[in-house]
C-alpha cells in the first residue's frame, strides 16, 4: 500500500519508520492470513481486525508487553492517518484500547496510557 509509505514520512526518526514498517507489514499479513483474501484498500481494515490482531499478539506471538504496546499504537497511528487524509471514512482506531504496560520508575514510554 503506497498509503504506508506516505504515512512513514511522519516521523523523523528512521528506527522508528523501520519499526512502524515492520508493525503495519506483520498486521497487514495478519489481516490476509486470517481473512485469505489481499489487502487491497485500507477501508478494508476494520476495528475488529485490529482487536483481533491485539488478540493474536497478546496470546500467541510470545511478543513482550511493551513490543505490542508499540505494534498496535503503529496500526492505530496508521489508521488515524488513513481517516485524516480521507482513505477511509470511518475512525475505527477511537475504539482501539492500547494495551497497558507497567513501567518501572525509570522506563520512558513515548506512547500515552490511555
Request: proline share 4%; charged share 25%; glycine share 2%.
Amino acid at each position: 500500500m503506497k498509503q504506508v509509505e506516505t504515512w512513514l514520512l511522519s516521523y523523523a526518526s528512521k528506527p522508528t519508520r523501520e519499526t512502524y514498517k515492520k508493525s503495519i507489514e506483520q498486521f497487514i499479513q495478519y489481516w490476509e492470513d486470517t481473512c485469505k483474501i489481499y489487502l487491497e484498500e485500507p477501508s478494508d481494515i476494520t476495528h475488529s481486525h485490529i482487536q483481533g490482531y491485539q488478540r493474536y499478539l497478546e496470546q500467541k506471538s510470545g511478543y513482550a508487553a511493551q513490543t505490542i504496546r508499540t505494534k498496535i499504537f503503529a496500526v492505530v497511528s496508521f489508521c488515524n492517518f488513513l481517516f485524516q487524509n480521507g482513505f477511509t471514512k470511518n475512525k475505527i482506531s477511537e475504539r482501539v484500547r492500547l494495551p497497558k504496560v507497567k513501567m518501572s520508575k525509570t522506563a520512558y514510554d513515548p506512547i500515552p496510557q490511555n
